[in-house]
């Protein structure tokens, strides 16, 4: 007598492999070893960290935007071609072209253009501070063409007041009051200068391409 339902009969049970990662969490999924290439820029006032895991034997390509999953093809036969996702409505296409040595270059475009022109171009846009208030760090963001203010990726909704030579404009992290000051440069061809002070201190403007990855990378296969 058997007490096994007859679905589970050893006949009945599946001989395939499972093919995909569905059964697994995301956070399961991500594995920080079988990142491949990887690559930040700004878009809209957000910093986006880029990743791509291009498993050469498991046929798997996945993109992580930020650590989460945003496109995933399992058991590829051809480990060569482009994928195309979106962020925050900016179109970004990763290309995979083979390269001498039975290695693989990969490449990012965004809107049209690659990675490299793209935050050449976007970085002229922004301003950048980091600052760290008690165990917070902190990214300070200023679009300039309409003046929004980022802190860790969220819009601030922060009001400007007029001062003698400019505006001011401040808000709070922490115990720590930061002022976000817009002043003449004096100069037609600068215009406006933006400065950020933590409690009446400079912060040291930070450069947004010391956070950008090489464009290209060149991997041996696994």
Not at 3 to 28: G, V, Y
Not at 40 to 49: D, F, H, L, Q, V
Not at 122 to 147: A, F, H, N
Request: proline content about 4%; aromatic content about 10%; some cysteine.
């Amino acid at each position: 007598m058997s007490f096994l339902s007859p679905t589970l009969r050893l006949e009945n049970l599946s001989t395939q492999p499972i093919m995909t990662q569905d059964h697994l969490p995301e956070a399961k999924r991500y594995n920080k070893q079988n990142i491949v290439a990887q690559w930040c820029t700004p878009i809209n006032g957000k910093m986006y960290r880029i990743e791509l895991e291009h498993g050469t034997t498991s046929g798997r390509r996945m993109i992580w935007v930020n650590g989460r999953e945003v496109l995933r093809r399992d058991w590829m036969f051809k480990l060569v071609g482009e994928d195309t996702f979106h962020i925050d409505q900016a179109r970004c296409i990763i290309r995979v072209d083979p390269a001498p040595g039975f290695k693989y270059e990969y490449t990012l475009h965004i809107d049209g253009k690659s990675h490299d022109q793209y935050t050449e171009e976007v970085t002229r846009q922004y301003r950048l501070w980091l600052s760290t208030c008690g165990d917070q760090e902190y990214r300070i963001m200023l679009k300039l063409d309409t003046l929004s203010l980022y802190v860790n990726d969220e819009l601030r909704q922060e009001e400007s007041v007029f001062v003698e030579d400019g505006t001011d404009t401040k808000f709070m992290l922490q115990d720590t009051e930061f002022t976000l000051q817009a002043r003449s440069s004096g100069n037609k061809h600068e215009g406006i200068v933006h400065s950020l002070l933590a409690n009446g201190e400079l912060v040291p403007e930070a450069k947004i391409q010391q956070f950008m990855q090489e464009p290209v990378s060149i991997l041996q296969t696994n």
